[in-house]
Structure formats: C-alpha cells, structure tokens
C-alpha cells in the first residue's frame, strides 16, 4: 500500500475516533440531567449506543489498524529501523494513544452505567473532562509534527 495513502487513512480515521470520543462526554453531560426511565434518558441511551458502536469503536480500530500499519512501514522501509520507538517524540505519542485507548474504555463503561440506571457522575464532571481528549491530540500532534528529541 502506498505510504501516503496510509498516512491518509490513519488521519482520516484518527478524525472520526476524536470527534466520537469528544462528542459521547458532551451527551452524558446532558444524559445526567435526563429523568432515569423517561423520554430523554431513552432518547439519549440509543444516541451514545449508535455512537459508540457504530462510529466510536470501528473509528478507534481502524486507527489502531492504520497505525500499527504505519510503524511497521516506517521500521523497514521509511527510517530503517525500529529505535524510532524509543524516540521522546514517539513515546509522547504513544503514551497519549494508551489514554486514548483507555479513555475509549472508560466511556464505554459510563455508558452502561447511564443505561443500568447506576450513574453517579455529574454534567460538571463531564464537561471537565470533555476536553481532555483534545489536550492529548494537541500533545500527540505536536510530538509527531515536530518529532522532538530526535
């Protein structure tokens, strides 16, 4: 497959994961407020549902797939070599990849939470925490970007 072609695709599903991931606090923000069992609470319920597992999860594997792809291309072909992992700028963004990752997970987990009726989370937390997402894209894109350390 051509290099940029894959860079491409990477981004392109990096995009979709970012804007489900940032999208699904602001509906649990909203989520807390709806009455348990009601219309709303309903409504919200198959929103973060379709979300998740129609963009979120796909979105989160396809970059998974595109990005393994890409250090694996980079290793034997762009940079020969594997110590490019051991690079601080790649280490930034595999770190932030991991809470990615994990704060996929956490999501997924406080979306069960809202459908088992068992919620304890606050509109505040979320929208506290919605942008931490962004913050770890700003770091990740940088580190990439201007590959600092190298």
Do not use: C
Request: proline letters at 3%; hydrophobic letters at 55%; a positive charge.
């Amino acid at each position: 497959m051509d290099y940029n072609l894959l860079r491409g695709l990477h981004i392109i599903a990096v995009i979709a994961w970012m804007a489900g991931i940032m999208y699904l606090p602001r509906l649990l923000a909203y989520h807390a407020d709806a009455v348990p069992g009601g219309e709303m609470d309903k409504l919200f319920q198959t929103m973060e549902l379709k979300l998740y597992r129609i963009i979120m999860g796909p979105a989160m594997v396809a970059t998974w797939v595109f990005g393994l792809a890409l250090i694996y291309v980079n290793a034997t072909e762009v940079r020969g070599g594997w110590e490019y992992l051991q690079q601080p700028w790649m280490i930034a963004k595999l770190s932030g990849i991991v809470f990615m990752t994990g704060w996929h997970g956490f999501l997924g987990a406080a979306r069960k939470k809202y459908v088992a009726g068992t919620n304890t989370r606050t509109a505040r937390f979320w929208k506290m925490t919605n942008e931490l997402p962004f913050i770890a894209a700003i770091i990740m894109v940088l580190a990439v970007t201007m590959e600092f350390g190298s």
